[in-house]
């Protein structure tokens, strides 16, 4: 595989998570104002933002948008995944072991904030 190559692959990575990120962020906001046309906000009562958890219930607006959103948090994790995974079947072990400490960083500061 050329540089060039990894780079076109690499691009289309995250062109594509950005892409579809957009997309699903953009559906859940519509589907949000649709349902809430017209209902003033409670802002009296503040009643929170859902959690990670919230992927697990039925589909609403929100949980849509969160979904938009944490793949737009992962797209350059799977970048740093997949320049890994490149860097090994190059053999070039010193990017492999930079990589995976990036690689490292990044998944500790995303689990740490959950």
């Known amino acids: 595989m050329t540089d060039r190559e990894l780079d076109l692959i690499i691009s289309r990575i995250l062109r594509g998570g950005v ?5 699903i962020v953009l559906a859940g ?11 003033s906000p409670p802002f009296g009562h503040f009643a929170g933002v859902p959690g990670i958890h919230a992927l697990t219930r039925l589909p609403s607006p929100e949980v849509v948008i ?4 944490l793949l737009l948090i992962a797209t350059p994790v799977a970048r740093v995944v997949f320049s890994m995974i490149a860097f090994a079947m190059e053999k070039d072990w010193a990017y492999v072991g930079i990589t995976a400490i990036v690689l490292g960083v990044l998944t500790y500061s995303i689990l740490s904030g959950l």
């Open 29 to 39: 906001g519509i589907w949000y104002l649709v349902e809430s046309a017209g209902a």
């Open 19 to 23: 892409i579809l990120s957009a997309a």
């Open 66 to 69: 969160l979904a938009g959103l």
